[in-house]
């Protein structure tokens, strides 16, 4: 089976930087995606990296550790419309997409 | 473009009752599944399907069923809604860069 940890919750004020950690087990890794999700509304994509590296988009960076089945999600520039649930997903086949259980963001004044 | 619908956004069954889920895409992908999200538990795989006429089973697929006869639609049916299937319900697709685009949800409640 595949099982992702991510920490429950994290805090941070506005124009901080956050760092989102996710490690996981699973066989036959594809890549690993995140998600952002704010309160009520549906998954929206935000990166997918499926080698070892930083990706960037904007101010969200990806990270992905192969070798340690480790990456991250790194938000710059932090903004209160980033107070929202962070889900990290691997890809352990072609079809399957498995989700982490979340990380909610809180973004302060 | 609508992107990925889903019907009806809310909904109160009783335990025993029996109701279909709809989800429609217009961006022609092959791809299309259903995941379940409670609190505190992330999204969970219920079914999946690669193509019209092709559907397999996900992480929870209990108590559901689902078809595929054209692109367009992927209906998620409960055979007799239960308490423990009060959820929401989201419906996806996924492109060839393995972005997955999700519908806005369908909130069930099982009395």
């Known amino acids: 089976g595949q099982s992702l940890e991510q920490p429950s919750e994290v805090t941070a004020v506005e124009g901080a930087i956050v760092q989102i950690n996710c490690t996981y087990q699973t066989s036959g890794f594809y890549g690993l995606s995140w998600y952002q999700q704010h309160d009520g509304g549906a998954p929206t994509f935000l990166s997918y990296n499926a080698l070892d590296g930083l990706e960037e988009t904007g101010r969200f960076s990806s990270f992905l550790s192969r070798s340690d089945s480790y990456g991250y999600l790194l938000l710059q520039e932090l903004q209160m419309k980033d107070s929202a649930s962070y889900f990290c997903a691997v890809f352990s086949g072609y079809s399957t997409l498995t989700f982490g259980k979340g990380t909610m963001l809180l973004v302060s004044p | 473009n609508a992107g990925v619908t889903q019907t009806p956004k809310f909904q109160v069954l009783k335990t025993g009752q029996s109701m279909t889920l709809q989800c429609a895409q217009d961006m022609n992908h092959e791809y299309m599944s259903w995941y379940r999200q409670d609190p505190g538990m992330g999204l969970r795989l219920i079914h999946y399907?690669?193509?019209?006429?092709?559907?397999d089973q996900g992480e929870v697929p209990n108590g559901y069923n689902v078809s595929r006869s054209t692109t367009e639609d992927f209906p998620l049916r409960l055979l007799s809604a239960a308490p423990s299937q009060t959820s929401v319900y989201f419906c996806?697709?996924?492109?060839?860069?393995?972005?997955?685009?999700f519908g806005p949800g369908t909130r069930l409640t099982v009395l």
């Open positions: 399907s690669v193509g019209a006429g092709i559907t």
């Open positions: 996806a697709t996924r492109d060839f860069t393995d972005t997955q685009y």
